[in-house]
Nanobody, 125 residues
């Protein structure tokens, strides 16, 4: 069982940067693939980035490719999302999530079992 808490969201001007953090509890954290997702009002939740248990394999949705970087520090039970060159269309609630090791490295939202409460990111023009 894993518990997740996001932090680092806030209000930023277009072109600025934010680093989101997700603190996890659970002794098997290092074996979980981790993902960042976002959801804007009236829209479906969508994947932003994912990272496998070792950190050696990553995935980025086209929306953030070249601007966002996902990383993890298993010793600190923490996953990060560095967001640069932010755009107003990046405005959303951002969630971190953990996928059970049985699914391997997955980008499918329905494979993610544990979710944080979300953190609001607002990008002004």
């Amino acid at each position: 069982q894993v518990q997740l808490v996001e932090s680092g969201g806030g209000l930023v001007q277009a072109g600025g940067s934010l680093r989101l953090s997700c603190a996890a509890s659970g002794r098997t954290f290092s074996r979980y693939a981790m993902g960042w997702f976002r959801q804007a009002p009236g829209k479906e939740r969508e994947i932003v980035a994912a990272i496998n248990w070792s950190g050696g394999n990553t995935y980025y949705a086209d929306s953030g490719k070249g601007r966002f970087t996902i990383s993890r520090d298993n010793a600190k039970n923490t996953v990060y999302l560095q967001m640069n060159s932010l755009k107003p269309e990046d405005t959303a609630v951002y969630y971190c999530a953990a996928s059970d090791p049985i699914y391997g490295f997955s980008t499918r939202v329905h494979h993610y079992t544990y979710w944080g409460q979300g953190t609001q990111v607002t990008v002004s023009s």
